[in-house]
């Protein structure tokens, strides 16, 4: 089946370390997108992707950035890790027709 | 910019009892509106999804919701409740053309008790 794969799937690290998380998907959408979730907050965007080569910031993307390998790859940096980024991440993709995502199993992320 | 109101952070029902999570929306025009459930320690699921046509859409696990222009809601019911269907439950309302921005609700978890 055509998926969405997170790795890892849990992390635990330091304050001030630098952290990747990666997304690869087989479903072929050009899409990709990095949301965090935190309790009572529902899901916010951090970055979003339409393609290779246009990448754009989501409403709370201090303190991350991303990079795009491939149309199948969309990584997330946190280039030094702070204690409230501890949250669980999710990749998505899309596609450029329709608003409907597909999600990531998740990555739980936790800054000590 | 478009905005989403889940106004339950918590619901407990009775297996067998009927459900219905509420949502409104705020949007200029007609939105996609879509219902995502997750249950603990998985990603999101789609189980349904609204973009034109027929106002009450049929989803996955025996699920509807009704999209009601005028009261900008998208609720979604279901008839009788299985201990499975605990989980939380995220209402989405994207916008049609462009950038196509999903914008999620903070979410509803359910409880199921016997």
């Known amino acids: 089946d055509a998926d969405v794969t997170q790795t890892p799937r849990n992390r635990i690290t330091k304050t001030g370390k630098r952290i990747m998380l990666e997304c690869s998907q087989t479903?072929?959408?050009?899409?990709m997108y990095w949301y965090r979730q935190d309790p009572g907050l529902g899901l916010r965007l951090i970055y979003y992707?339409?393609?290779?080569?246009?990448?754009n910031k989501g409403e709370i993307s201090d303190g991350y950035s991303v990079s795009r390998q491939a149309q199948a790859k969309f990584s997330l940096s946190l280039e030094s890790a702070i204690p409230n980024q501890t949250a669980l991440y999710f990749c998505?993709?899309?596609?450029?027709?329709?608003?409907?995502?597909?999600f990531g199993p998740g990555t739980r992320l936790t800054v000590l | 910019a478009q905005s989403v109101t889940q106004p339950d952070i918590h619901i407990t029902v009775s297996e067998g009892a009927s459900l219905e999570l509420r949502c409104n929306y705020s949007?200029?025009?007609?939105?996609?509106l879509f219902w995502y459930v997750q249950s603990p320690g998985q990603g999101l699921q789609l189980l349904l999804k609204y973009f034109s046509g027929d106002t009450l859409v049929q989803g996955i696990k025996g699920f509807e919701a009704e999209f009601k222009r005028s009261q900008s809601s998208f609720n979604l019911r279901k008839p009788s409740v299985h201990w499975s269907d605990a989980a939380e439950y995220f209402c989405a309302v994207g916008i049609s053309g462009g950038y196509q921005k999903v914008t999620f609700g903070t979410g509803t978890k359910l409880q199921v008790i016997p």
């Open positions: 998505a993709t899309s596609l450029p027709t329709s608003n409907e995502q597909f």
């Open positions: 479903k072929g959408h050009d899409r």
């Open positions: 992707s339409f393609d290779v080569k246009d990448i």
């Open positions: 949007y200029g025009a007609t939105p996609y």
